[in-house]
């Protein structure tokens, strides 16, 4: 059975309302900043770098990872297969 259309619209005007009263307040209310204010400290995203390299492993936030010995010869591998 379905509602009778008064009550969809007063439905509609509160979650309409409800959205317009809830955004704003959790944009004040959540104090974030939208863009990074300072960057990381290179020397230990680098050391982090060397170190994954090393073991063999793959440092995602490493700010190299075009020329990371790892990918390189990932890369490699997957040309020649």
């Not at 170190?51 to 793959?58: K, P």
């Amino acid at each position: 059975m379905r509602p009778p259309a008064r009550e969809l619209q007063r439905l509609g005007c509160a979650a309409a309302l409800g959205a317009i009263v809830a955004f704003p307040a959790g944009v004040v209310f959540s104090q974030r900043e939208s863009v990074q204010s300072e960057a990381p400290d290179s020397k230990t995203t680098t050391g982090s770098a060397l170190r994954n390299t090393e073991a063999g492993t793959l440092n995602p936030y490493a700010p190299n990872i075009l020329s990371d010995p790892y990918i390189v010869r990932r890369q490699r591998e997957m040309v020649k297969a």
